[in-house]
């Protein structure tokens, strides 16, 4: 199986990400991190290892907007993967 970063939001930083991604995530922070918790779970049950990388709204967007891609969840989990594993500082 595989080791799969998943990009963290934490209550703090919630409202930015609201922001970033335009309302199109759950709210408020409880029903993110319900539907966070059921995603971990279901990737932990089929044998993978979760690792949760914290994210800064600053940082991603800096990220997104160096390689031109969208803020969205899917670059968010992108992000966290680059950030563990060294290629972003």
């Known amino acids: ?6 990009g963290y939001i934490s209550e703090q930083n919630f409202e930015a990400f609201r922001r970033i991604f335009d309302g199109n995530i759950a709210s408020p922070h409880s029903a993110w991190q319900y539907l966070f918790s ?19 709204p600053n940082e991603f967007t800096a990220y997104c907007a160096r390689i031109k891609i969208k803020a969205d969840a899917h670059s968010l989990n992108g992000f966290a993967h680059e950030k563990a594993t060294g290629k972003i500082k």
């Open 38 to 56: 059921k995603r971990v779970a279901e990737l932990q049950g089929g044998g993978n290892t979760i690792e949760l990388v914290e994210v800064d």
């Open 1 to 6: 199986m595989a080791t799969i970063q998943l």
